[in-house]
């Protein structure tokens, strides 16, 4: 069954503490994406990745990093150096180039 | 900077009727619009994706056109079910990698 696995669904995290978003794809896409979503915003774009050992920011990196050391999974890191973590964050993959996108289920994170 | 904008934002409307959802963007330098789906608490389901070449995409009781000049594309829902209730996002692709620049979306509730 091909999709897109994040993982967990809820996260909890205090301040001051950094945490790590998990995002799995079996679809055999090679490019994959993390946007963050607020109640009332569009989607943001926070990091994307076209190919293995490769990735570019996006328009809100500040205090998020990821890696890309396989081709199926792309994990985003939420630092404490990001001010306002609190959001939903959806992990989205590509074949690569102008192609549909199609995303995961979403993780909420939630700063306590 | 690009912009999307989805009009309107909330839609309320009977069981059967005949829908349209409003989607508008200010570069027309795009490769691609993807029209989504998303359920409350839930991922994005992709729904139409149209090429900026092409001008409209049908898929089952979904058409979608594109007017790339006009920075402008519809969503056209038929005989709408309860069913379809969800909000509906617009997203444009500005780099040709798929990195997507969304508009916010319009709520829609269906009635029976």
């Known amino acids: 069954d091909g999709g897109i696995t994040q993982s967990p669904k809820y996260l909890f995290r205090k301040e001051g503490q950094n945490v790590t978003l998990s995002c799995e794809q079996n679809l055999n896409h090679d490019a994959m994406y993390w946007y963050r979503q607020d109640p009332g915003q569009g989607l943001r774009l926070i990091y994307y990745?076209?190919?293995?050992?490769?990735?570019q920011k996006g328009d809100i990196a500040e205090g998020y990093s990821v890696s890309r050391e396989k081709k199926e999974s792309f994990p985003l890191t939420v630092t404490s150096a990001q001010k306002n973590p609190t959001a939903f964050y959806l992990c989205?993959?590509?074949?690569?180039?102008?192609?549909?996108?199609?995303f995961g289920q979403g993780t909420r994170l939630t700063v306590v | 900077k690009q912009e999307v904008t989805q009009i309107p934002a909330a839609l309320s409307v009977p069981e059967g009727e005949n829908l349209v959802l409003n989607c508008s963007f200010t570069d027309s330098a795009i490769y691609n619009l993807q029209w989504f789906r998303q359920d409350p608490g839930k991922g994005l389901t992709s729904l139409l994706l149209?090429?900026?070449?092409?001008r409209e995409q049908t898929s089952g009781r979904l058409n979608a056109s594109l007017d790339k000049s006009s920075g402008r594309s519809t969503l056209y829902i038929a005989a709408s079910q309860p069913g379809d209730s969800a909000t509906y996002l617009c997203?444009?692709?500005?780099?040709?990698?798929?990195?997507?620049?969304f508009g916010k979306g319009t709520m829609l509730l269906v009635s029976p």
């Open positions: 149209i090429q900026s070449s092409q």
């Open positions: 989205a993959s590509s074949i690569g180039g102008t192609t549909e996108a199609f």
């Open positions: 990745s076209q190919i293995v050992n490769d990735f």
């Open positions: 997203a444009v692709d500005r780099s040709g990698y798929s990195t997507l620049t």
